[in-house]
């Protein structure tokens, strides 16, 4: 079923995900400019090499939305739309993410 409520729950969803992937790139452009490159020159590097997920990234973000799939307050419907929306498109976001970045970053390289 198609309502505000899960179409919110996708928006919410792109934003966490994008979030997500945007921390590890920064985290891996600080790794190289404390190794002693340019600022410029590890966010280009960084961009340009996609870091995996952490399996445990995806986890955390599943245990923080289960109180929404879980609801049982006075309007448990529109919370669980979506909780659930947002839930299982993390869910295959995780094991996209695990399967195909490494793929990818394996295929960029040669």
Known sequence: MNNIFAQIGLIMLI??????????????????????????????????????????DGLCLHSGVTPLVRASAPAPRRARFMGMTVFAGMLIATILGVLLIPCSSFWSAS
């Open 15 to 56: 934003g966490l995900e994008r979030a997500k992937n945007a921390i590890l790139i920064v985290e891996f452009a600080k790794m190289l400019h404390e190794q002693g490159k340019d600022v410029v020159t590890a966010a280009m590097e960084s961009a340009k090499h996609q870091v995996p997920p952490d399996p445990d």
